[in-house]
């Protein structure tokens, strides 16, 4: 009986542990990027998760669309789940010189 208990105490720390480092971490990066989506509107520039930066005509709530126009008169028609973030110029640029320079780094001591 007692090798039951024990067996069961260690799957419990183990699913425990598993939830905790694996679902849970999930779970808030899903409810921040709804958040995000939420919060954007036309007029707002945005990145697509497929590197498309353009500027949000419409939202459609009910069918999950999003027009976007990404030029002058081209206007392409997105799942809204497919808005990444909103267009930040600066941080983009920096985050690419984090990259580019951990890149260079990791070729030169290759």
Known sequence: MYEFVLVFAILAILLGGYWALIIFPKQRAFQHKQKVVRSLHAGDEIVTYGGIVGKIIDIDVDQGISHVEIAEGVQIKLLTAALQQEYNAEELAYNAR???????????TS
């Open 98 to 108: 984090l990259g580019s320079k951990d890149g260079a780094s990791e070729r030169t």
